[in-house]
């Protein structure tokens, strides 16, 4: 079988998550991976095997590189979707696609003339158990639905520096939250509300809040709860509860071990 060539915009945090998986992935080879601080990444480096380069060009411009994950800032999205479409190059990009509707709109358009694949990094939608709960939903067993509840906790809150250029709370980390109540329900979002705070990094306030509490309501009436923290000392926490006419179907938070 033929290996897909890809290439990798930025080497953060999410960066090497995406790479390291990506080279023990046998159907995958990845030529290039591009990072403006490529200098200070000397270790990654060493652990993934390949050599990283600070030129994002070398990728646009390398005809054998099929499909590209962006992997960088959220203000440099949109320009690296549209050189990447124009290239006829597929595309994961993580989330947010922009800050804006009209930023977002530019790299929606570039990817639909293109005819190339784009796919946004909201991966729960492939987490097991909350699959398993959608297919409980379709298969009629909750009945019909009535609540949809997301508990989504963070670990620790990030620093004032990643927050800014995060786009926030809502863009940052609800938009995981929306995606899943959206794809639980299979249905559109009409009406929200919201009560939010910091009460866990207080260098943000005035710039972002940190704790949340999201209501909305769905076009058929029923209702979904979101509810939202930086910080949880015990560690990440992602649960669900889809209630319905018949039952309720729950996702505890998945713990490796107690």
Sequence with gaps: MKKLNVGI????????????????????????????????????EEKIGIKLETDPDVIFNDEEIEAVLICTPTDTHVDYIVKSA??????????????SDEESMKAYKAVKEAGVKFQIGVNRRYDRNF???????????VGDLELVRVDSRDPEAPPLSYVKSSGGLFMD???????M?????????????????????????????????????????????ILNSRRAAYGYDQRVEAFGSK????VENDLEAN
């Design 9 to 44: 915009f930025g080497a953060g945090r999410i960066g090497q998550i995406h790479a390291m998986n990506l080279v023990n992935n046998p159907n995958i080879n990845i030529k290039r991976i591009v990072d403006p601080f490529a200098d200070k990444l000397k270790d990654f």
């Design 173 to 179: 980390m609800t938009i995981h939250d929306f995606d």
């Design 181 to 225: 109540a959206r794809f639980l329900t299979g249905k559109e979002v009409v009406e929200v509300y919201t009560q939010a705070t910091v009460k866990c990094n207080k260098e943000i306030e005035g710039v972002d809040v940190d704790t949340a509490i999201i209501n909305l309501i769905f076009e058929d009436d029923s209702i979904g709860v």
């Design 247 to 250: 039952g309720t179907a729950m």
């Design 86 to 99: 124009e290239k006829g190059k597929h595309i994961f990009c993580e989330k947010p696609v922009s800050l």
């Design 131 to 141: 699959a398993y709960v959608k297919k409980l939903i379709d298969d009629g067993k």
